[in-house]
């Protein structure tokens, strides 16, 4: 089945520091990322899609120079959290849909528990 | 836009009973329907969807849900709880030909011995 990595798992960082999160598709291509964030016990909030070669799309109210995406390859986003702030701190889940799916299926990464000092 | 509604934040059932999750719909446009299950400190693993075929869908770990058009639901069900089923479950719904996700607010599932 298809799988999405995201590395790393768990983060530590001081305050005013960037932290850059990965998410791979590992066994298919996808033009289309997908950012979210998860307060705990709380539901998932889309931040941005990210489509590969192009600039992301962000959601009302996330700050793009704060949360800066790059999709660069069919396999590959980053997403940077720019001079964190302990605010930031949360678990940011990625998704990819597969290019050869027509239903609009999002596979998920196990998510990244970003901890802001 | 679509949107989902989940309701009830919390459901508690007993080891062996009947598992009920509701999940209400809006869309404007023929959705296709996702329910997702989160264990602590994972990301989400799908259970079913439905995608305009059988109206209703078997998924994983014997779970089901049913699409019904005229009450806009797709409520997800179990005839017997496992103790393994503790998680938190997300309904979300997506347009037909757009790529936008929407998840309902979560509803965490217990299962009492």
């Known amino acids: 089945g298809a799988v999405v990595s995201q590395h790393p798992s768990r983060v530590i960082c001081k305050s005013g520091t960037s932290v850059k999160i990965e998410c791979r598709s590992l066994d298919f291509q996808a033009t289309t990322m997908f950012w979210y964030r998860q307060f705990p016990k709380q539901s998932l909030m889309l931040m941005a899609t990210s489509n590969e070669g192009s600039k992301a799309t962000y959601e009302q109210g996330v700050e793009k120079d704060k949360f800066l995406i790059n999709h660069a390859s069919l396999t590959l986003s980053t997403l940077t959290v720019t001079s964190a702030h302990p605010e930031d701190s949360s678990f940011y889940i990625c998704?990819?849909?597969?290019?050869?799916?027509?239903?609009?299926?999002?596979?998920f990464g196990p998510g990244t528990r970003l901890t802001v000092l | 836009a679509q949107s989902v509604t989940q309701l009830g934040s919390h459901v508690s059932v007993s080891e062996g009973a009947l598992v009920l999750l509701r999940c209400n719909y809006s869309?404007?446009?023929?959705?296709?329907l996702f329910w997702y299950v989160q264990y602590p400190n994972q990301g989400l693993q799908l259970l079913l969807k439905?995608?305009?075929?059988?109206?209703l869908v078997k998924g994983i770990n014997g779970f089901e849900a049913e699409f019904k058009k005229s009450e806009t639901s797709f409520h997800l069900t179990k005839p017997s709880a496992h103790m393994s089923d503790a998680a938190e479950y997300f309904c979300?719904?997506?347009?037909?030909?757009?790529?936008?996700?929407?998840f309902g607010a979560g509803t965490r599932l217990t299962v009492k011995p």
């Open positions: 439905y995608t305009s075929a059988a109206t």
């Open positions: 979300a719904v997506s347009a037909t030909f757009n790529n936008d996700m929407r």
């Open positions: 998704s990819a849909r597969d290019l050869s799916q027509t239903y609009n299926e999002q596979f």
């Open positions: 869309s404007s446009v023929p959705p296709y």
